[in-house]
């Protein structure tokens, strides 16, 4: 059959890392590209550190008639990864798909340069940074077994524009580095890493916080909309999504350590 008549990830056996969501009125990046990714023709392996948010994107999954399973998973947990690892392995005969999208800031306890404890920062570096390395770590066997995989990572605009807080900003830039580096170092194994930078998008993680924190919704929202070049607006989960089915799909076979920026301009302006 034609590449062209295949939905993007035909019989691909995926894991999205944070696949739940912070609550919110509007759909987070992990849930979104679990859903497409189960839409696109994958089986999908849901983690996250609430099992309950897992199993809601499951639910999501399954009510469109497709497979996925949630599991509990802290990523700062190494056992737990491997545990996650050999599970989806054991029920499904490989991986294909990582994509890493857990990723914290005031939740992890980040604070500027002037005012980070050090257990905030470690704690930042684990959840952001040490967690995709611990992932890409115990899936890589199996990829290279296979000779074939995909791993992506999620960053963001932070990383190569300002940002007021440390632990993310760095965590952020060194994901990137990451990549490069399991891009170079899995190529001759057919394995392929890209990273993606999603700029100001209108999910619960980025708005409900500013929310709580006292501002009207309608303010937040249009503050940030009007920093957007391409239709003064935010972009969705679902744009992050779209851009994680083709990076993970064989029409991105010729693709690896690149950084896209998700973020309608931002970052060149
Ligand atoms: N929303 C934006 O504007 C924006 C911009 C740039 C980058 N990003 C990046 O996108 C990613 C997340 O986006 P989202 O909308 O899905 O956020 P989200 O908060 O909805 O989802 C992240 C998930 O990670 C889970 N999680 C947090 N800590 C965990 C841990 N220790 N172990 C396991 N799971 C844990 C949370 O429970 C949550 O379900 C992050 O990497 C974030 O930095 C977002």
């Known amino acids: 059959m034609p590449l062209e008549n295949k939905l993007l990830l035909e019989n691909k056996i995926a894991i999205v890392v944070g696949g739940g969501q912070t609550p919110g009125e509007t759909i987070g990046n992990g849930r979104a590209t679990a859903i497409l990714f189960a839409r696109e023709g994958a089986k999908v392996a849901v983690a996250d550190r609430l099992l309950s948010s897992a199993e809601e994107t ?48 005031i939740a992890g306890q980040d604070a500027s340069v002037e005012k980070i404890t050090p257990e905030g920062f470690d704690n930042m570096v684990a959840i952001n940074l040490r967690s995709m390395v611990l992932t890409s770590k115990h899936v890589l066997p199996h990829m290279r077994e296979a000779g074939s995989g995909v791993i992506i990572n999620i960053s963001s605009l932070a990383a190569i524009k300002p ?39 209108n999910t619960p993680m980025a708005v409900e916080g500013r929310v709580q924190s006292g501002k009207p919704r309608d303010e937040v929202i249009a503050e940030r909309d009007r920093l957007v070049p391409l239709g003064r607006k935010m972009g969705s989960a679902w744009d992050v999504a779209h851009a994680a089915a083709f990076l993970a799909s064989d029409k991105a076979g010729y693709i690896t350590g690149i950084s896209l920026p998700v973020d309608g301009g931002l970052s060149i302006v």
């Not at 690892?85 to 890493?100: A, E, F, M, Y």
């Not at 952020?172 to 899995?186: D, R, S």
């Open 163 to 201: 940002f007021p807080l440390i632990g993310y900003k760095t965590t952020k830039a060194a994901v990137i580095a990451l990549t490069e580096q399991l891009a170079a170092g899995n190529a001759r194994y057919g394995i392929r890493a890209n990273v993606i930078l999603p700029g100001l998008m």
């Open 58 to 105: 499951v639910k999501l999954i399954v009510a469109e008639g497709f497979e996925a399973f949630a599991y509990e998973l802290d990523v700062r947990d190494e056992d737990g990864i491997k545990n996650l690892v050999s599970t989806v392995v054991q029920k499904w005969g490989r991986i294909d798909i990582l994509h890493n999208n857990v990723g914290v800031s």
